[in-house]
C-alpha cells in the first residue's frame, strides 16, 4: 500500500477541497448541482447535507469494505452495498432534517432523497476503493469532498443570483447559461490541477 | 460615423489610452506579427460584438475595444492566427454576450478567451514565444522584429519564467525596460507602472486593487521563494539582501504586473464591498503565484483571474458591508 506511507493527510484534505474538487475537476453530483443553486439557502442546505453524507458514508463504506466484503470475498456486490449503505444514510438524515428544519426539508424536496443516487457519493466511495485509502484517509477524503461540493456549490449560487438579473437570450435562460458558468469555473480549477496528489 | 455604431464611454477611452504605449512597444519588439495579431483581433471581437447587440438593438460598447485590446496584448506573437480568431470570438460571445452583455459578465472576457486557447491549442501555444528585439552594448538590434528573419522563421524564444526555472536570472534592467520575450505586451515594466499611474491620476481604476494584488503576489512569491519551493531558484545561494534580485526578478516576468494593473481593476468582474475587493486582489495574486509555482503551467495568472471571478460574487454576497453609511461609489464604476 503506497498510498499510506506517501500520503499526508492534510495534503489530501486540501486536495480534495480545491485541486481535486470532486465537481469541478470530476464533474460528479451535477444534477443536484445544477437544479438547487439557483438560491443560495437551499444551496447551503443540501451543501451540508452532502458534506455529512459523504463522511459519513465514506467511512461506513470502508468499514464494510475491509470487514465484510473482502473477508468474504464478496468485493463485487461493493456497487449494490455501497449503494444500500448511502440510502440508509440519507434516509436518516431525511428524518433529521425534517424534525430540525421544516422549511430546509421543504426546499430540498426531492433533492434529498436523491442524494442516494448523487453520483459524488457513490463516485467517492469508490475512488476511496480504488486509492486503496485508509479508513482516516477515507473520512479526510470524504469531509473534503463534501466541503468541496459545498465551496462550489456556494460558488455557483452566488453567480446565478447576480446572473440573474440581467438579460440573457432566452435560449440560454437557466441551465443553459449555468452550464456556461460550471464550464468556466471549470476552467479556473484546472489551474491547480496536478498540484497535490490524490493517491 | 464612429457614434453611429458605438456606444461613447469615457473609461474604456482612457484604458485604451493607457494600453496605447504597451501597443507600440510590442510592435517595436515583434513588429508585423503584433500588429497582424491585433488586427485579427479587432476585426474578430467587433465583428461578434455587433453580431450580437445588432440583436438586442444596441450600439457596441466600447468595452469590447478594450477586451480585444487586453487580449491582443496578452497572447504569444507567433500564435497562428485563426488559434487568435477563436479565442476573441470565444471571449466575446460566451464570456459576455451569453451573459447578457456589457456589464453583466462574471469572468474577464479577454482573460477567458486566452485561457481557452491556451487549454485547448497548448502546443501552438507555447510555440508562439519568439525572439524579441535587444537592447545590447552596441545598441539596438532586431527592432520591429527583424531578430525574427535574421535566423529561421520563427525561432521560439525561451521566456524569463523559463530561464528562471533553469536557474538563470535575466537581467534585470531588461526586465524593467522590457526587452525580454513573453506575451506581447506584458514586457515592460516602467510602461505599465506609467500607464498604473496614468489609470489612478484619471480615477480610471481602483489603486486599492492593485496594491492587494500586488502584495497577495509578492507575498505568495516570498513565501515560495524563502520556502525554497521556487524551481531553480534555491534561497541558500542568494544570501541577506542578495535575495532581492531573484525575487524581484520573479515578479517582473510573467504576466502578474500586467495583469494587476489591467485585469485586476476590472470593475464589472470585481465585487463592490471594499472588503470583497482586497481579498479579491489577494486571491489574484495568492493563485496567480501558487499556479506559476507549483502547478505545471508555464504561467497561472489567467487562472488567477478566474479563480477570483469564480469567487467575486461569493464574496460580495458573503462579506459583510462597510459600517459607514456614506455611500463610496466606486469612481469608475459609476460611469458603467
Not at chain 1, 82 to 99: K, T
Not at chain 1, 161 to 174: D, R, Y
Amino acid at each position: 500500500m503506497n498510498a499510506e506511507t506517501l500520503l499526508n493527510p492534510f495534503s489530501l484534505f486540501f486536495a480534495s477541497i480545491i485541486t481535486s474538487n470532486i465537481l469541478l475537476s470530476n464533474f460528479l453530483g451535477m444534477c443536484s448541482f445544477i437544479a438547487i443553486s439557483k438560491d443560495s439557502s437551499s444551496s447551503n442546505g443540501l451543501g451540508m447535507a452532502v458534506t455529512v453524507v459523504l463522511t459519513v458514508t465514506t467511512a461506513i463504506n470502508w468499514l464494510i469494505l475491509h470487514h465484510v466484503l473482502i473477508p468474504l470475498d464478496l468485493v463485487y456486490l461493493r456497487f449494490i452495498v455501497f449503494i444500500v449503505s448511502i440510502a440508509a444514510v440519507v434516509q436518516m438524515l431525511e428524518m433529521i432534517i425534517d424534525r430540525v428544519s421544516q422549511a430546509l426539508y421543504l426546499n430540498l424536496g426531492i433533492f434529498l432523497p436523491l442524494i442516494t443516487v448523487n453520483c459524488a457519493i457513490l463516485g467517492v466511495s469508490l475512488f476511496m476503493e480504488i486509492r486503496q485509502y485508509t479508513l482516516l484517509q477515507s473520512v479526510i477524503y470524504g469531509l473534503g469532498s463534501g466541503l468541496g461540493w459545498w465551496l462550489a456549490i456556494m460558488l455557483l449560487s452566488a453567480i446565478r443570483k447576480k446572473t440573474e438579473k440581467s438579460k440573457v437570450s432566452p435560449a440560454l435562460q437557466g441551465p443553459g447559461l449555468t452550464m456556461i458558468t460550471i464550464g468556466f469555473m471549470a476552467m479556473a480549477f484546472i489551474g491547480f490541477s496536478g498540484m497535490l496528489a490524490v493517491q | 460615423m464612429i457614434d453611429q455604431y458605438f456606444q461613447k464611454q469615457d473609461v474604456m477611452r482612457r484604458l485604451i489610452y493607457a494600453l496605447i504605449p504597451l501597443f507600440f512597444f510590442a510592435v517595436l519588439l515583434y513588429g508585423w506579427s503584433v500588429l497582424m495579431q491585433t488586427a485579427v483581433v479587432f476585426a474578430g471581437g467587433i465583428a461578434t460584438e455587433y453580431f450580437f447587440t445588432r440583436q438586442r438593438g444596441k450600439k457596441i460598447s466600447e468595452a469590447v475595444l478594450v477586451t480585444c485590446a487586453l487580449y491582443a496584448l496578452a497572447l504569444p506573437p507567433a500564435l497562428p492566427l485563426w488559434i487568435t480568431l477563436v479565442g476573441i470570438v470565444f471571449a466575446v460571445a460566451l464570456a459576455k454576450e451569453a451573459y447578457g452583455g456589457f456589464g453583466r459578465n462574471i469572468f474577464n472576457p479577454a482573460i477567458a478567451g486566452r485561457l481557452f486557447i491556451f487549454l485547448s491549442f497548448p502546443v501552438p501555444y507555447n510555440a508562439g514565444w519568439i525572439v524579441p528585439a535587444s537592447r545590447g552594448p552596441q545598441g539596438f538590434s532586431g527592432l520591429f522584429g527583424t531578430a525574427q528573419a535574421a535566423g529561421v522563421d520563427t525561432v521560439t524564444a525561451a521566456t524569463p519564467l523559463a530561464l528562471l526555472r533553469t536557474g538563470e536570472i535575466p537581467p534585470l534592467m531588461d526586465l524593467f525596460l522590457g526587452f525580454r520575450g513573453g506575451s506581447s505586451g506584458e514586457s515592460s515594466v516602467i510602461l505599465i507602472l506609467l500607464a498604473a499611474l496614468f489609470l489612478v491620476a484619471t480615477k480610471t481604476a481602483n489603486w486599492k486593487t492593485m496594491v492587494s494584488t500586488f502584495l497577495g503576489a509578492l507575498t505568495a512569491a516570498g513565501a515560495f521563494f524563502f520556502g525554497g519551493l521556487i524551481p531553480g531558484l534555491s534561497p541558500a545561494s542568494f544570501p541577506g539582501f542578495s535575495a532581492m534580485v531573484p525575487l524581484a526578478a520573479y515578479m517582473m516576468s510573467g504576466s502578474i504586473l500586467f495583469v494587476t494593473v489591467f485585469m485586476a481593476t476590472d470593475p464589472i468582474t470585481a465585487p463592490n464591498k471594499p472588503l470583497a475587493q482586497f481579498i479579491y486582489g489577494l486571491m489574484i495574486g495568492g493563485v496567480s503565484m501558487t499556479v506559476r509555482t507549483l502547478a505545471g503551467f508555464p504561467e497561472g495568472t489567467s487562472f488567477g483571474i478566474l479563480v477570483a471571478n469564480t469567487f467575486s460574487p461569493f464574496l460580495d454576497e458573503h462579506l459583510p458591508a462597510p459600517k459607514k453609511k456614506t455611500r463610496k461609489i466606486h469612481p469608475a464604476g459609476a460611469a458603467r
